[in-house]
């Protein structure tokens, strides 16, 4: 069962059409769902609207048929809906493993004036959460850079620790903003790999908006095109890959692309 609905989500800024009316249902736990789409297609805009970070213009987004629109990121953290951002937010000054525990306090908060106190079961808990997050840092294997400053880890391994503290909020919904983006092709591989183990492990759904074309292929259950705020095309990869209107307006588009790249760097 998907647990996320749009219906005719509109996200407009002045005159720009950032989504113009987008249905959609997605969020089968345990499954990878690619977005896709050329820049300003409205992807990140998407994920902005049904994280609360963006108020929609009109239109309603419903979690297990409840209606949602409205509600804060926070909020919406607290029902298990996480995202991670297109351009990395780290906390540089924090240790990995401190990034990671903030992860937890998205969804749990400890009163401050408890926090003060430091009760024998906040600390108890405060253990328990290091635990658990030094766990998860071993699942996306940075397990032996936890103590280690945010600041010193390799452009890949945040992005790795980005989708760590994602997954400390324990999501049933989590969006990752171009997981891949900026990365070498070894890492994008261990990146790809990664994001399929953890929709398994965690159960968790996972969507990914992505350029990478022969990642989202090789990892997504489902791909939705978007172009111009609105869905062009939404199925299986091979069937979207091979749809005639997607080819023209973006698949084409980015073939020719990767192809006058490889013909200047060559
Ligand atoms: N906060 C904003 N204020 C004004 N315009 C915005 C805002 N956010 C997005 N837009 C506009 O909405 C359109 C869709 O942008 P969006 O960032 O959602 O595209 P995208 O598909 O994520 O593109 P990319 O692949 O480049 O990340 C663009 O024309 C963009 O300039
Ligand atoms: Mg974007």
Not at 120 to 141: D, K, Y
Request: hydrophobic residues 45%; charged residues 20%; proline residues 2%.
């Amino acid at each position: 069962m998907t647990v996320l609905a749009t219906h005719d989500l509109r996200v407009h800024f002045g005159g720009v059409r950032a989504l113009d009316g987008v249905t959609l249902a997605l969020g089968l736990g345990g499954s990878v769902h690619a977005i896709i789409g050329p820049n300003g297609a409205g992807k990140t805009s998407f994920v902005n609207a049904v994280t609360g970070v963006y108020r929609a213009t009109s239109g309603t987004i419903d979690l297990d048929g409840r209606n949602v629109s409205g509600l804060s990121a926070h909020e919406l953290a607290r029902i298990g809906v996480t995202r991670t951002f297109q351009n990395l937010q780290i906390f540089w000054t924090m240790t990995a493993l401190e990034n990671v525990v903030c992860g937890f306090h998205l969804v749990n908060e400890a009163g401050f004036w408890r926090g003060l106190l430091r009760t024998p079961r906040l600390v108890r808990r405060s253990r328990a959460i290091e635990q658990e997050a030094l766990q998860i840092l071993s699942s996306v294997g940075l397990g032996k850079r936890a103590s280690d400053m945010a600041g010193s880890l390799s452009y890949g391994e945040l992005k790795r620790l980005e989708i760590a503290r994602a997954i400390a909020s324990k999501p049933r919904l989590l969006f990752l903003d171009e997981p891949v983006a900026g990365c070498t092709a070894t890492e994008k591989k261990l990146l790809g790999r990664l994001i399929r183990e953890l929709a398994e492990a965690t159960h968790a759904a996972i969507v990914i908006i992505e350029h990478d074309m022969k990642l989202v292929m090789s990892i997504s259950d489902r791909v939705t095109v978007l172009v111009g705020g609105c869905v062009l095309a939404d199925g299986l990869p091979e069937l979207v890959r091979n749809d005639a209107s997607v080819i023209e307006a973006y698949l084409g588009a980015a073939k020719v692309r990767q192809e006058r790249s490889y013909a200047s760097a060559g």
